[in-house]
């Protein structure tokens, strides 16, 4: 494609494609989740105790949602499009637990006899803590494939990580940024397109273009050995032509999203920081595990009774099943699960790994098998609903486990750790984590490691509670999971 022509490419296809619009329509969904937040505080309360509140009288209480709006752009919460989602749990935590007591205090003085009014109100706020990191994650699936969504933005690339970068964008729309045009000074004469997305050398002609067209962002991705644009001519066009510009490491493993800049007499330097080495931060993740513990309790005893009575109808053999594993630091530990297999289990998959050369390189690739001929129908129900794994609330009790952290791992499974072993073995493996919510069996064993490391060197409780959040989404759509 020559310059002249992306004009017309861009605007057939980005016209409409806007952060306002998208704003827009986040802030629909915060308005709902907010009302429904409110709601579902008077709903509960008026449950427990019918003269305590009127249910009706919430509806009297929506002239405050201009002022939830106004804090949540304070906060930047708007548009919000292309926030993480741990810094985006952050955001609404304080931001709505402030409008809600200043709210709820300002009822409190200024009218007499509210006072379960306020109470109702500061019942919302954990409400809305959890409803609306959820209501924007709705909104990203009902949106992100929409004209409208997303921030149009120029991909400045070098060597093969531009390619891993553009193919991410566009398989997770999601996250906000829409790749319309790759300039790659080392563009060969056969690369004209990638996946759809026009490449083009860097010219005055295709700059003055974007300025026309007014497209504000620019990504620039570094090459392997860590410089972003070493033209200092093109440099400086970047830095005039767009408001935004967001550089991506080659090397992952320096930056992470709590890195912060300092500033060594005009030389710029990253400071990062390891949460989970803190012992500050692990005391906050200890407790957070108790809490979700205590919650769970009774529920999680009904549900224990019902799934060991099913097991012991169904096949003969224990109700649980310990899996060795490796813990924190190399120390080994026993995980328990709901027993989903039959009991000669190990016969059956030694005599399918000598017949069966498929399946045997299957279970080289993934260590599980997609369809396992040896889980029971029961079991088959458990490991959908990701029920069989319900057990390891007792690991989390007993401390070697926590809610939240890499997926526990055999010793031969280390080996595909290669030199991040040490690295994952360094926190508690986790009920659930990064790899859970991003596909889970679905996910190769690479992409799972960097998952487990970005979880370790991202760590904030904010992520932990995203995490929980996503985790509900993903059991109850039971993809990946078996």
Known sequence: MQPNEFPEWFSNRYKHTSSFFSGIALLAIDLLVIMLSIGTSFFILNLINQSFINFRSFVTYWVYLPAFIAVFYAARLYPGIVLSPADEVRRFSVTSTFCFTGIALSIAVETDGRGAISFALLCAVP?????????????????????FWGVPAVIYGFDENKNVIVERLLRHPELGYKPVLIIDPNKTEDQDMFFGIPVMKPSAEIHQIIKNLKITTAILIEKADDSVITDNKLYSVIMHLYRY?????????????????RDFNGIIGFSTTHNLTRKGSLFLKRCMD????????????????????????????????GHKRVGKNGKPITTWKFRSMITNSQEVLERILAT???????????????????????????????????????????????????????????????????FILSVKPGLSGMWQISGRSDTGYEERILLDTYYIQNWSIWLDIWIIIKTVWVVLKGKGAY
């Open 290 to 321: 108790l809490l979700l513990l205590l919650i769970a309790a009774v529920p999680t005893l009904l549900i224990t009774a019902i799934i060991a009575v099913a097991i012991k109808i169904s096949s003969p053999g224990p109700v649980f099943y």
């Open 245 to 261: 510009t967001v550089a991506i490491p080659y090397n992952q493993h320096i930056r992470t999203i709590s890195s912060s800049v």
């Open 127 to 147: 409400i809305s803590c959890v409803f609306l990191p959820a209501g924007r994650q709705v909104a990203r699936l009902l949106f992100s494939k929409r004209k």
């Open 356 to 422: 069966n050369p498929e399946m045997r390189a299957e279970w080289e690739k993934d260590r599980k098998f997609k369809n396992d001929p040896r889980v029971t129908k029961i079991g088959k129900l458990l490991r959908n609903t990701s029920l069989d794994e319900l057990p390891q609330l007792w690991n989390i009790l007993c401390g070697n486990m926590s809610f939240i952290g890499p997926r526990p791992v055999t010793e031969p499974e280390l080996e595909k750790y290669g030199a991040n072993a040490d």
